[in-house]
Nanobody, 126 residues
Framework: QVQLVESGGGLVQAGGSLRLSCAASGRTFSSYTMGWFRQAPGKEREFVATIGWSGGSTYYADSVKGRFTISRDNPKNTVYLQMNSLKPEDTAVYYC???????????????????WGQGTQVTVAS
């Protein structure tokens, strides 16, 4: 079992930055692929970014590529999402998720992630 708690959301002006954090419980955090997803009102949850269990591989949705950076600190059981050049269309609830253990390859679908946080609201004002 993994429990995830996100933090760092808030209200920011367009062009601004935020850093989301996701703290995980358990001794096996370093073995999980981790991902960030988001869900805007009236829309389905969508993939944002993922990072492999060792931190050596990352992958981003086209909509955030070049603006967002995912990273992880395994000794601290934490994954981060640095969001720069924010746009109003980035407004959503952002969720952290833990996926397959020791997976080689990209994991981008919600069905492949087993554990989810409660989400943190990000609002970007125009």
């Amino acid at each position: 079992q993994v429990q995830l708690v996100e933090s760092g959301g808030g209200l920011v002006q367009a062009g601004g930055s935020l850093r989301l954090s996701c703290a995980a419980s358990g001794r096996t955090f370093s073995s999980y692929t981790m991902g960030w997803f988001r869900q805007a009102p009236g829309k389905e949850r969508e993939f944002v970014a993922t990072i492999g269990w060792s931190g050596g591989s990352t992958y981003y949705a086209d909509s955030v590529k070049g603006r967002f950076t995912i990273s992880r600190d395994n000794p601290k059981n934490t994954v981060y999402l640095q969001m720069n050049s924010l746009k109003p269309e980035d407004t959503a609830v952002y969720y952290c998720a833990a996926g397959p253990r020791y997976r080689v390859g990209i994991v981008t679908t919600t069905q492949e992630y087993d554990y989810w946080g409660q989400g943190t609201q990000v609002t970007v004002a125009s």
